[in-house]
């Protein structure tokens, strides 16, 4: 077992010592301007360093792991801030903003996806990632509607892009709109692309809107199931492109960190952490986000960016702008 997790640990300790670091000068400067928080600075600064010079070979490892798995642990550990009840009452509460934000937001796919002449399958991956989870979601609906490497970068690029602004603009908008932490919570985790950058704008905007808007964007996620199941059914019916979906592969759809989230929910439910304890882990899972937010940074490719073009750009741009107007007009409009 150490054999095979020894080569393993010395590919990826580089990017995530440089992930980590530059996570650890975010946080200082978070402490020095709480405004700022962590999270922003960190995906700021991995932003610069890319854009100075592009991270090598021998980082790339280091650096998917840190934006991957550990942003994903971070998520797990968010769950020892709640409890199930709260979790079951969050994804009842917010069901209807997130059903009228994805209805707007597969309609919206359908109807300026035609307009612009972006391709189908492309027009999908963006609606997809905009509407439910961003690059999870693309990655999960690629193989169904048979999508081939270029629609797939182009959707993951169109989706960062709009991931990264609105790290910055929705808290500016939640302030401006004067919102309550509750329901920014709502709004980022209804209305923002990537769980990466839901966990962002919450946390720069406040803690407080933190575990909500976590809780929110993960029930979001299981929407990528029943879409998938859809998307498998009509891509049968126009021809054999996409792969079917049977039992299994509907089952592995659900991410393994919202299990974990969950179950470390349901421990801390059961009053199985301490009150430093839970501090602890809180603690870990702001520093392991500002890590990945970091990754996340170093990681942007202006070169793909650019090559998307601009109808791809303007159509998530549009679904952004519609899925945002969607979750504040129906949070409004509820009590």
Same mark, same amino acid.
């Given at each position: 077992?150490?054999?095979?997790?020894?080569?393993?640990?010395?590919?990826?300790?580089?990017?995530?010592?440089?992930?980590?670091?530059?996570?650890?000068?975010?946080?200082?400067?978070?402490?020095?301007?709480?405004?700022?928080?962590?999270?922003?600075?960190?995906?700021?600064?991995?932003?610069?360093?890319?854009?100075?010079?592009?991270?090598?070979?021998? %980082?790339?490892? $280091?650096?998917?792991?840190?934006?991957?798995? *550990?942003?994903? =642990? #971070?998520?797990? !550990? /968010? &769950?020892?801030?709640?409890?199930?009840?709260?979790? %079951?009452?969050? $994804?009842?509460?917010?069901?209807?903003?997130? *059903?009228?934000? =994805? #209805?707007?937001? !597969? /309609? &919206?796919?359908?109807?300026?996806?035609?307009?612009?002449?972006?391709?189908?399958?492309?027009?999908?991956?963006?609606?997809?990632?905009?509407?439910?989870?961003?690059?999870?979601?693309?990655?999960?609906?690629?193989?169904?509607?048979?999508?081939?490497?270029?629609?797939?970068?182009?959707?993951?690029?169109?989706?960062?892009?709009?991931?990264?602004?609105?790290?910055?603009?929705?808290?500016?908008?939640?302030?401006?709109?004067?919102?309550?932490?509750?329901?920014?919570?709502?709004?980022?985790?209804?209305?923002?692309?990537?769980?990466?950058?839901?966990?962002?704008?919450?946390?720069?905007?406040?803690?407080?809107?933190?575990?909500?808007?976590?809780?929110?964007?993960?029930?979001?996620?299981?929407?990528?199931?029943?879409?998938?199941?859809?998307?498998?059914?009509?891509?049968?019916?126009?021809?054999?492109?996409?792969?079917?979906?049977?039992?299994?592969?509907?089952?592995?759809?659900?991410?393994?960190?919202?299990?974990?989230?969950?179950?470390?929910?349901?421990?801390?439910?059961?009053?199985?952490?301490?009150?430093?304890?839970?501090?602890?882990?809180?603690?870990?899972?702001?520093?392991?986000?500002?890590?990945?937010?970091?990754?996340?940074?170093?990681?942007?490719?202006?070169?793909?960016?650019?090559?998307?073009?601009?109808?791809?750009?303007?159509?998530?741009?549009?679904?952004?702008?519609?899925?945002?107007?969607?979750?504040?007009?129906?949070?409004?409009?509820?009590?």
């Amino acid at each position: 077992m150490f054999r095979t997790a020894a080569p393993r640990l010395s590919a990826i300790w580089p990017g995530v010592l440089l992930a980590s670091g530059i996570a650890a000068l975010s946080t200082l400067i978070g402490r020095l301007i709480p405004i700022a928080g962590s999270a922003l600075p960190a995906i700021g600064i991995g932003v610069l360093v890319a854009l100075v010079r592009r991270p090598g070979p021998r %980082l790339a490892p $280091g650096i998917a792991f840190s934006g991957g798995f *550990l942003l994903q =642990l #971070a998520v797990v !550990l /968010l &769950g020892a801030q709640l409890s199930l009840s709260s979790i %079951l009452r969050v $994804g009842l509460d917010s069901l209807p903003v997130m *059903l009228c934000t =994805l #209805a707007a937001c !597969l /309609l &919206g796919t359908w109807v300026f996806g035609r307009m612009l002449r972006v391709p189908r399958r492309l027009a999908t991956l963006i609606g997809v990632g905009t509407g439910i989870c961003g690059a999870s979601a693309i990655a999960a609906v690629s193989p169904v509607i048979g999508a081939v490497g270029g629609e797939i970068a182009y959707a993951m690029a169109t989706i960062f892009l709009f991931n990264v602004l609105a790290v910055i603009a929705f808290p500016l908008l939640g302030h401006a709109l004067g919102l309550d932490a509750h329901t920014f919570g709502l709004l980022a985790g209804t209305a923002v692309n990537d769980t990466s950058s839901v966990v962002a704008a919450a946390g720069v905007f406040g803690t407080a809107a933190l575990g909500y808007a976590v809780v929110v964007k993960l029930v979001r996620t299981l929407m990528i199931i029943p879409v998938s199941i859809g998307l498998s059914i009509r891509e049968r019916r126009a021809d054999a492109g996409g792969e079917r979906l049977g039992i299994r592969r509907i089952v592995r759809l659900i991410p393994w960190f919202l299990i974990g989230f969950v179950a470390v929910a349901l421990l801390n439910s059961l009053g199985a952490f301490s009150a430093p304890v839970q501090g602890s882990l809180t603690g870990t899972s702001v520093f392991l986000i500002a890590t990945a937010l970091a990754a996340i940074g170093l990681s942007t490719d202006v070169r793909a960016l650019r090559s998307a073009g601009w109808r791809p750009l303007l159509l998530g741009a549009i679904l952004w702008a519609l899925v945002t107007a969607t979750s504040l007009g129906v949070i409004a409009l509820t009590p």
